[in-house]
């Protein structure tokens, strides 16, 4: 029991175990004191400080990431994605899938699903990531052309196929089914250009909750998941 109440919430072993010993647990409405007691996840009703744990394999956790804090579970200097993970939402393993740039924003997943995590980076999926990007200068048809064709960065990496939409003269959405450091950044670069502000709007068929503000976060819905993995084409 100490272990299933470790793993949903952000709890260390030995601390729940002294609260089992102090009478802070029950299974089926009934008072546990021993730790090592044995419960059946599927079945059993477990309740820890007066609250009723329901059984998640995994959690799958929809943020819109805000400026200025690190994609990351851990960080001694800066603040971090899983430090604005509400408790209710919290559990040990909970990680960002992929990293947004410490001034980007947007949208951003988190969970202990590493399968799941693989399949939304993993660039043999090619799953779709849009960016809003504000840029220093105008966007003209030839760099259009140029991220269609495929951009090669400054180190000679080759990039896949991307669409560059232009929004205003300095505002464009690009997509991209990889994820290369600060690529989309750097790709901008190849055509003179420097990004003032990214924002991802959408991965997959997934796009961000216009209701969701910075800093907030919500559980996804089975829905969300799948739009997630959906390969849009680019």
Known sequence: MDKFISNQLIVSRSVVRQGIQRGEAAVNGMLVRDSGTLIDVDNDIIAYKGNIINYKEYVYILMNKPHGVLSAATDKMCKTVVDLVPDHLK????????????DTT?????????????????????ISKS????????????????????????????????ILERMDKNIARITITEGKYHQVKRMFGTV????????????????????????????????????CIYNKKV
């Open 192 to 227: 003179g250009l420097g990004v003032n502000g990214l924002h991802r709007e959408s991965i997959g068929g997934l796009y961000l909750p216009n209701t969701l503000k910075f800093g907030e976060c919500i559980e996804m819905t089975k829905q969300q998941l799948e739009d």
């Open 91 to 102: 559990r040990q393993g909970i990680v960002p899938v992929g990293r947004l740039d410490k």
């Open 131 to 162: 960016y809003i990007a504000h840029l220093d200068g105008d966007i003209n048809e030839d760099m259009i052309a140029k991220f269609q064709n495929g951009v090669v960065l400054a180190d000679g990496t080759v990039c896949r196929s991307a």
């Open 106 to 126: 947007g949208l951003l997943i988190i969970t202990d699903d590493g399968a799941f995590a693989h399949n939304c980076i993993s660039p043999k999926k090619k």
